[in-house]
Antibody
Framework: EVQLVESGGGLVQPGRSLRLSCAASGFTFDDYAMHWVRQAPGKGLEWVSGISWNSGSIGYADSVKGRFTISRDNAKNSLYLQMNSLRAEDTALYYC??????????????WGQGTLVTVSS | SYELTQPLSVSVALGQTARITCGGNNIGSKNVHWYQQKPGQAPVLVIYRDSNRPSGIPERFSGSNSGNTATLTISRAQAGDEADYYCQVWDSSTWVFGGGTKLTVL
């Protein structure tokens, strides 16, 4: 059974940093692309970032480019999101999602339950 | 940037057919994916590449895509189908989601 478990969320002041993690199990992690998708309270889904199976291809939404960094450790079956210079508008539930294939241009076939990030002073 | 337009809400009578649209410029040339999100839960993929159902998704869910509109069709709607539905496409090396449609089963 595919499982994606996010962690690392919490309350953080504007301008500070936070690192999210996603622990994956139930599939061969290094065969698949992975993504971060967020959802602000009461709002829709917004893709944040994606990374191919070998980290060779990485993409970001314009809203986070230059502030967020996605990475993965295939030996640890883990996905990360380093979030710097956080803003109030980054407040959201952050989901980890598995891509259907090795490139990050395919749909997301499994999602975690999310970790909540609140940016407030 | 590419935009996807969905109706804010769609209502359907129990047992009838619901159609949720997703509009975009020449969306028929792209692969469209659909996600269902029930309150307090993570999204679930219900249709990928326009019309393909993942394993475990009922045959009542189907999709089509042509011209400037993609459509998610839910036949014989059930109370358990009440949820938010999002379309998604890949465009210019980025993922785009529609704003979401709230489906109400009456």
């Amino acid at each position: 059974e595919v499982q994606l478990v996010e962690s690392g969320g919490g309350l953080v002041q504007p301008g500070r940093s936070l690192r999210l993690s996603c622990a994956a199990s139930g599939f061969t992690f290094d065969d698949y692309a992975m993504h971060w998708v967020r959802q602000a309270p009461g709002k829709g889904l917004e893709w944040v970032s994606g990374i191919s199976w070998n980290s060779g291809s990485i993409g970001y939404a314009d809203s986070v480019k230059g502030r967020f960094t996605i990475s993965r450790d295939n030996a640890k079956n883990s996905l990360y999101l380093q979030m710097n210079s956080l803003r109030a508008e980054d407040t959201a539930l952050y989901y980890c999602a598995k891509g259907r294939g090795d490139g990050y241009n395919l749909d997301f076939d499994y999602w975690g339950q999310g970790t909540l990030v609140t940016v407030s002073s | 940037s590419y935009e996807l337009t969905q109706p804010l809400s769609v209502s359907v009578a129990l047992g009838q057919t619901a159609r949720i649209t997703c509009g975009g410029n020449n969306i028929g040339s792209k692969n469209v994916h659909w996600y269902q999100q029930k309150p307090g839960q993570a999204p679930v993929l219900v249709i990928y590449r326009d019309s393909n159902r993942p394993s475990g998704i009922p045959e009542r869910f189907s999709g089509s895509n042509s011209g400037n509109t993609a459509t998610l069709t839910i036949s014989r709607a059930q109370a358990g189908d009440e949820a938010d539905y999002y379309c998604q496409v890949w465009d210019s090396s980025t993922w785009v989601f529609g704003g979401g449609t709230k489906l109400t089963v009456l």
